[in-house]
């Protein structure tokens, strides 16, 4: 079962500043969009249907724990 993805405006304009910032940033939002479309119960569960995932950004060098987080339902 495939599902959609939408992303909320404030997303959208967070990660507009962070894309200027983080060259490798799009692929790996790119990477998360396919994986959630395909595995949406994917990461830790925070209550109300609602997980977060811990993302890393290659270009900041930091690992998931330095690097980003999303939350989604």
């Given at each position: 079962m495939s599902y959609n993805v939408k992303a909320l405006d404030v997303f959208e304009s967070q990660a507009k500043r962070l894309l200027k910032k983080y060259s490798s940033l799009k692929g790996e939002l790119s990477t998360l969009i396919f994986s959630l479309?395909?595995?949406?119960?994917q990461g830790t569960p925070i209550g109300?249907?609602?997980?977060?995932?811990?993302?890393?950004?290659?270009?900041?060098g930091k690992g998931k724990s330095g690097g980003a987080r999303v939350s989604h339902t």
């Open positions: 479309k395909e595995n949406p119960k109300n249907r609602c997980f977060k995932i811990r993302l890393a950004i290659s270009s900041k």
